[in-house]
């Protein structure tokens, strides 16, 4: 009996519909489809395969196959044709089963005899829950209808596992979803832990009846929709503050061809025409996009895909009535889950969050930023998380491990809330510390200050302990709007700045955009290696117009008080002299305007080449200070791109030669004169910030969180007997003195070891 036709497609889902609505265990539904699929599509042969959490296909239902293998035949994914469709999330068909690529025979079934064999995905969202299989004895090629008929009823089976329609009591039934324990373990994006409330940034929809009674009205309500998500696009690209060309009007352009496409709304359609409501036509099309996502890898297309998989969660949204949850009736313990963030959005939750946790994203990215601002524990790259969060689940974030426990068994989170407990006292043993200088036993003093890029951080200065601000971002304030900030704005950004800071220093560094950090409103320039191209202070000194603007914002803010900037990523002395020569210019500018000029500027370089490391004495001599960029500066040294997990974790900054070469600039600071300061993330760990202080650094600028840490080490070890640990295990020709100097450490009773 062919099947060749959508009003077939429909019959079968309202019948599909009609027995999964009564009563009976999970086992008996999954029983029921396999026997309505079989008699609907005439095929001797319906199976059922559900992926397991072990990442196993089970078979958990068949009408055809010897039933003594149910739950008893299990495969790998990738394993035999069904494990081929999990892995690769296509459709197998096929008229010689026996003779296909990837076929492995399973005697216990008893399929042997059946020739013809179609298998297709069960995915939601771009995730394989399982496979849908139809087998016949007679050699056959499933037709494209029957094909996109059996896809159909994997849609709804996947709706309806997602509902919890096929479990039960049974321990052969399949495990109930987002009911137990989940853990995934991704990469630390910023430490810290932290208890609460899952607060998803995009919903998911969950669709209680995925058949559709009225092909008509569904797609009255899809027509809609689009028309409706089409005039939020135009709205948005048509809005004041979104008129200049950048990196998001594209992203709205191509969401405004999406929208418009033809193709992409004919294939909703056709889903709509086979029996599906709106919604799941919208998923199906959805799922497919993210699958052909998993098998891109130039960048440009995954993004468009990207921007493809955000428009079908809007419109979806849309067709369910939902604004997504309105910040007023966030949980007071929130933990925000998403696949990726912007930094305006993050900004926008601020610090009533207690963590963030992302499917996506990187150590150095915009969010990551913004989240080592607010000082919130972020777990990036965690996998799955979207897909097993729901709201208002209780979630466990580990900043320090880059781990998360969703939904925990409760030995989890007690030992959890017991290390939480741990780092309670220990931050109170700092606040203890906080006025007291950060002075090792033999008397050596180092001056331990803050980064910051938000004026929320401010909050932080004193009770932190920092005795000034040794890093103030200033792009920060360009990343979170989508159009340049004016003078005026910055001016009192700025000054607020200053006054918070009060009588304590604040080095401002001068824009530091490109590489990794992409202004919204500037088109992104195509380059094969942007962490070597075109950012920083090469951007400046080509756009004199955007670095004068900004100098003349702090000279005003600064009014008649000290001023402190410095310009980031210089690589050659000529550089540092013209930019150098802008700010002596607007000083003199705004004195013949008549405007207070900074009772004394200081104007430094931060050194993240080592080239600079080797300028020549003049430009010791000439630059008021200097601040070692560790986080660049490490990665150029190594040639390891901190972004890259498959090399960034090999290179220690413990390392004999880095600590050598960190030596020889702070040697031929000393010799010129030149103040010196270590700045980054390295500086915020004690063992390392114990270890610069033995290479001779006096000032080191880190996280605020961090200050406490760092000045309880430094004040109970003799710097003396440090830096001896270090040389001898310098002389000994080990590759790192961290083992050396942490097991000094252990022996000497030292603090947090």
């Known amino acids: ?174 495990p109930a979803p987002h009911r137990g324990p989940f853990h995934t373990r991704g990469l630390i994006g910023q430490e810290g832990v932290a208890e609460g409330t899952v607060l998803l940034h995009d919903p998911q929809v969950v669709i209680a009846n995925p058949v559709a009674d009225d092909p008509t009205a569904e797609h009255a309500r899809l027509s809609d929709a689009l028309e409706r998500l089409r005039s939020e696009v135009d709205e948005m690209l048509a809005a004041d503050n979104l008129m200049s060309d950048g990196e998001h009007r594209e992203v709205l352009n191509a969401w405004r061809m999406f929208a418009h496409d033809k193709g992409w709304v004919r294939r909703m359609e056709a889903s709509i025409d086979a029996g599906l409501a709106a919604e799941v036509a919208v998923e199906r099309e959805q799922s497919e996009t993210r699958t052909r996502m998993a098998r891109v890898a130039d960048p440009y297309l995954r993004e468009r895909l990207h921007d493809l998989d955000d428009l079908s969660n809007r419109l979806l949204r849309l067709l369910a009535g939902r604004d997504g949850i309105s910040q007023d009736d966030m949980p007071p313990d929130a ?105 090792t036993r033999d008397g050596t003093r180092i001056s331990l200050c803050m980064n910051a890029g938000l004026m929320a951080d401010l909050p932080s200065l004193k009770p932190s302990g920092a005795e000034g601000v040794g890093l103030y971002r200033t792009e920060l304030a360009f990343l979170v709007r989508r159009t340049v900030p004016r003078r005026g704005e910055l001016v009192a950004l700025y000054r607020r700045i200053i006054d918070a800071a009060g009588d304590l220093p604040v080095t401002f560094r001068t824009l530091d955009i490109g590489s990794d950090k992409v202004l919204p409103y500037m088109k992104r320039p195509e380059e094969p290696n942007p962490a070597l191209g075109w950012r ?70 931060m050194l993240e080449t080592p080239s600079l490391a080797f300028a020549p004495d003049h430009f010791f001599k000439l630059t008021d200070f200097i601040s070692i960029g560790g986080n660049d ?24 030669s880095f600590l050598s070469f960190l030596e020889q600039i702070v040697r031929r600071c000393e010799a010129n004169g030149t103040p010196v300061s270590f700045c980054g993330e390295d500086a915020g760990r004690p063992v390392e910030a114990l270890a610069f202080a033995a290479m001779g650094l006096r000032n080191l600028s880190m996280r605020p969180s961090s200050i406490g840490p760092v000045k309880r080490l430094i004040r109970a070890v003799d710097l003396g007997q440090a830096r001896a640990v270090i040389d001898e295990a310098r002389g000994s020709g080990v590759m790192s003195v961290r083992e050396a100097l942490s097991g000094w450490l252990k022996d000497t009773g030292a603090p947090g070891f």
Do not use: W
């Not at 319906?46 to 495969?75: F, K, W």
């Not at 496979?131 to 056959?140: F, G, K, M, Y």
């Not at 901190?642 to 974790?649: A, F, I, T």
């Open 335 to 439: 933990i925000l889950v998403a696949r990726n963030i912007g930094p305006g959005e993050l900004l926008d939750y601020g610090r009533r969050l207690k963590g963030v946790v992302l499917e996506e994203g990187s150590v150095g990215s915009h969010a990551a930023i913004v989240a080592r601002a607010l000082a919130i524990p972020l777990v990036i790259q965690a996998e799955r998380i979207t897909r097993e969060a729901m709201n208002g689940d209780r979630i466990l974030v580990d900043g320090d491990q880059g781990v998360v426990h969703l939904r925990p068994e409760e030995n989890v989170a007690e030992a959890f809330r017991a290390k939480v407990e741990m780092l309670a006292a220990a931050q109170e043993a700092y606040a203890g510390l906080r006025d007291m200088p950060a002075e």
């Open 1 to 174: 009996m062919p099947y060749s036709q959508a009003v077939e497609s429909r019959v079968l889902l309202k019948r599909l519909r009609d027995t999964l609505a009564e009563a009976g265990a999970g086992q008996e539904r999954l029983d029921r489809i396999t026997q309505l699929v079989s008699s609907s599509l005439a095929a001797e042969v319906c199976s059922i395969y559900l992926r397991l959490p072990d990442d196993t296909l089970e078979l958990c239902a068949t009408t055809g196959l010897n039933p003594v293998a149910v739950h008893q035949t299990r495969m790998r994914v990738r394993e035999g044709l069904v494990g081929r469709i999990a892995d690769t999330a296509e459709p197998v068909n096929t008229d010689n089963a026996p003779q296909t690529r990837g076929f492995q025979y399973f005697p216990e079934t008893g399929e042997e005899i059946f020739a013809s064999f179609l298998g297709v995905p069960i995915q939601r969202l771009g995730e394989v829950l399982g496979v849908l299989v139809i087998q016949n004895q007679n050699p056959r090629v499933y037709t494209e209808d029957e094909v996109h008929g059996l896809e159909v009823v994997a849609m709804v089976i996947a709706e309806m596992a997602e509902l919890g329609a096929f479990t039960g009591t049974s321990p052969t039934d399949p």
């Open 633 to 656: 500066l490490k990665m150029f040294f190594f040639a390891a791109d901190r972004e890259n997990e498959m090399v960034r974790r090999r290179y220690d900054t413990l390392n004999v």
């Open 536 to 605: 920083a202070i090469r951007v400046g000194l080509d756009r004199p117009g955007v670095m004068r603007m900004q100098v003349q914002a702090i000279l005003r803010a600064t009014e008649s008080r000290p001023l402190r900037i410095m310009f980031p990523f210089v690589a050659q002395f000529d550089e540092f002299r013209a930019a150098r020569e802008i700010v002596l210019a607007e000083v003199e500018r705004e004195k013949r305007l008549g405007r207070r000029t900074p009772s004394e500027v200081k104007i430094g370089a």
